[in-house]
């Protein structure tokens, strides 16, 4: 990663846990304010503390990930900013039919994480853990949003561990955008009754329930 864009990535969480701190102040966990300090300022400084120690590594443009995969036949942007687990496993199973379709070769697939949809890339008491790492090691991208990453982080008072894969875009809805202009057709999961928007002819299997620990059952309720 460039070493500037690591900063500017840096940048941005910090820039964006302040907004969110002062936005949430009154529902988030509360730290002394020393003389002078406004509670939200002494707060984003935390929050911003606990991003930059977790060193959360960066994903590559989207420029850059296409330059990549020249011999892709095709590309896809898979999005999940739903809170339902059901989705999260059908998210996944997604990839898996287009891996079987196209081959790794010859396919350049992301799935991108924002919103509730963080769930899926978080590492603790995440059953789909396992099944991410096997796509991943099949070339199988997987992007978390920068915002989604520094709500949660309020949220939880301490940032959360992601899953190996994971890496840091600013924000996933630009990171689809920019997807979908790079010729990548966008799939969003609306649920198992409706299935997912048929794109190329992508199928969908059902999942189960996905587990609960303190992290998702705090997140479950913001």
Same mark, same amino acid.
């Given at each position: 990663?460039n070493?500037s864009? +690591?900063?500017?990535?840096?940048?941005?969480?910090?820039?964006?846990a302040l907004? &969110?701190?002062s936005?949430l102040l009154?529902?988030?966990?509360?730290?002394a304010?020393?003389?002078?300090?406004?509670?939200?300022a002494?707060q984003a400084?935390?929050i $911003?503390?606990?991003?930059?120690?977790?060193?959360?590594p960066q994903?590559?443009?989207?420029a850059q990930?296409?330059?990549?995969?020249? @011999?892709a !036949?095709?590309r896809?942007? &898979?999005?999940i900013? =739903?809170? @339902?687990? @059901?989705?999260?496993g059908e998210?996944l199973?997604?990839?898996e039919h287009?891996?079987?379709h196209?081959?790794? @070769?010859? &396919? =350049?697939?992301?799935?991108?994480?924002?919103?509730?949809?963080?769930?899926?890339l978080?590492?603790? =008491?995440?059953? &789909?853990?396992p099944?991410i790492?096997?796509?991943?090691?099949?070339?199988? +991208?997987?992007?978390?949003?920068?915002?989604?990453?520094?709500?949660?982080?309020?949220?939880?008072?301490? $940032?959360?561990?992601?899953?190996p894969? $994971?890496?840091?875009?600013?924000?996933?809805?630009?990171?689809?955008? =920019?997807?979908?202009?790079?010729n990548s057709?966008?799939?969003?999961?609306?649920g198992?009754?409706?299935g997912?928007?048929?794109?190329?002819?992508a199928? !969908?299997?059902?999942?189960g329930?996905?587990?609960?620990?303190?992290e998702w059952q705090?997140?479950?309720?913001?």
């Amino acid at each position: 990663m460039n070493p500037s864009r +690591r900063t500017h990535a840096a940048n941005h969480l910090t820039r964006l846990a302040l907004v &969110l701190c002062s936005a949430l102040l009154g529902s988030s966990p509360t730290w002394a304010t020393p003389p002078g300090q406004s509670p939200a300022a002494v707060q984003a400084e935390h929050i $911003a503390t606990l991003i930059k120690a977790a060193n959360y590594p960066q994903a590559p443009s989207v420029a850059q990930e296409k330059a990549a995969h020249p @011999d892709a !036949v095709a590309r896809y942007a &898979l999005q999940i900013s =739903d809170a @339902d687990a @059901d989705r999260r496993g059908e998210t996944l199973h997604v990839a898996e039919h287009l891996l079987q379709h196209y081959g790794k @070769d010859k &396919l =350049d697939i992301e799935i991108i994480a924002f919103g509730p949809g963080i769930k899926l890339l978080m590492a603790n =008491d995440n059953p &789909l853990a396992p099944l991410i790492e096997k796509l991943s090691a099949q070339g199988v +991208r997987f992007s978390a949003c920068g915002n989604a990453v520094a709500h949660t982080t309020m949220m939880l008072g301490y $940032a959360p561990k992601l899953v190996p894969a $994971a890496r840091i875009v600013p924000a996933g809805i630009v990171r689809v955008h =920019d997807r979908t202009h790079c010729n990548s057709p966008r799939i969003n999961i609306n649920g198992v009754i409706n299935g997912i928007t048929h794109i190329n002819g992508a199928a !969908v299997s059902s999942f189960g329930k996905a587990g609960g620990g303190s992290e998702w059952q705090k997140i479950n309720r913001a």
